[in-house]
């Protein structure tokens, strides 16, 4: 192995000790940062998510709930809580877990979310809040492509001037990651299911984001030689081995650096929400 590996889990130590050093000067300020966490109906990864997140918020002194709803829930249901918790002064970030039961379309599970209050969508995926990064002005940011960039940051990776392939266009992961690295300055290729001759866009690459929920699914001979690669996916194989995009083993021969699976990419996802909330709570206080 050639690349250095990227050590997700204390790089997200890091940025939770800096989180928990501003909701210490809040609490000071008579404010305790809330977090309601809403989980609909039973999916095992969902609750093991759920956990992680109220308990990595217990951690840093926010102050996490989480609202259980069951699997069989009516639309209104999800919208009635979405409005209590926009209007509980103590909660100052929402998030709904996904994936939403599948009786609820995407399109109507998108048409509630868009009903929480921008000011509490520590999960950056309002269109206000996804404009607001698009115009390069101040607003929350999907936690994944946050942690992404302090990731590359941390490592010392330079954005400015470099090529970054993102694969992957979802409006959580893709979509946000690749306008924070023209943020940064980086020429960006978005590749999805469409792109014709991926292997090669990706072989083009200073930085490899994947964000594609294939496991394995990035090989050695894609990437070019000192390349950054960021491993968003989390896959899970027939034996139960949790698995990223990336075909680790092989792909770390050539990279320059690399985020394993896991242990990279997803404890930062929880860092960022931990600082979006304190970042919302912030908000309260200076109001
Ligand atoms: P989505 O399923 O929403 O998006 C996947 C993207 O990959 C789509 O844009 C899709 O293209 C593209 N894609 C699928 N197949 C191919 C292919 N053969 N070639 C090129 N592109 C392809 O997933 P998410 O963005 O939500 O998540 C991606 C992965 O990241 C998943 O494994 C997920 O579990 C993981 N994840 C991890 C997090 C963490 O904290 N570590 C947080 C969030 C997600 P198209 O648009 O054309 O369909």
Redesign the pocket.
């Known amino acids: 192995m050639t690349a250095v590996k990227i050590d997700g889990r204390l790089i997200a130590s890091k940025v939770r000790d800096e989180v928990n050093v501003r909701v210490q000067a809040l609490s000071k300020q008579g404010v305790v940062p809330g977090l309601a966490v809403v989980l609909a109906g039973d999916d095992p990864a969902s609750q093991v998510y759920v956990r992680n997140k109220e308990r990595m918020a217990g951690r840093v002194g926010i102050n996490a709930q989480t609202i259980r709803l069951p699997e069989t829930l009516e639309p209104s249901q999800l919208r009635e809580t979405i409005h209590r918790l926009n209007a509980d002064e103590a909660v100052d970030g929402i998030l709904v877990q996904l994936p939403l039961p599948g009786h609820i379309d995407a399109a109507l599970a998108t048409s509630i979310l868009n009903e929480i209050d921008p000011a509490k969508d520590v999960d950056g995926l309002h269109p206000l809040n996804l404009g607001r990064l698009l115009a390069g002005e101040p607003g929350f940011v999907a936690c ?1 492509p946050s ?1 992404c960039m302090r990731l590359l940051k941390e490592s010392d990776v330079i954005c400015r001037g470099r090529r970054a392939v993102v ?4 409006t ?3 979509k946000p990651m690749a306008h924070l690295l023209l943020a940064a300055d980086a020429t960006v290729t978005i ?5 014709q001759d ?1 292997a090669d866009r990706v072989r083009e690459a200073d930085i490899i984001i994947a ?4 496991p394995e ?1 990035i090989k050695r001979d894609w990437v070019k030689p000192g390349a950054a690669v960021i491993d ?4 899970r194989t027939a034996d139960g081995k949790l698995v990223g ?1 990336v075909a680790y083993d092989e792909v770390a021969e050539v990279a320059g650096a690399i985020t394993p699976v896991p242990g990279g ?2 404890p ?2 929880i860092a960022y929400l931990l600082d979006n909330v304190t970042r919302a709570a912030a908000r309260r206080a200076n109001r």
């Open positions: 994944t942690g694969i992957g266009r979802s959580i992961v893709g590749c999805h299911s469409r792109t991926l964000a594609v929920g294939r699914f968003v996916g989390i896959n995009d990419v997803g930062m996802t």
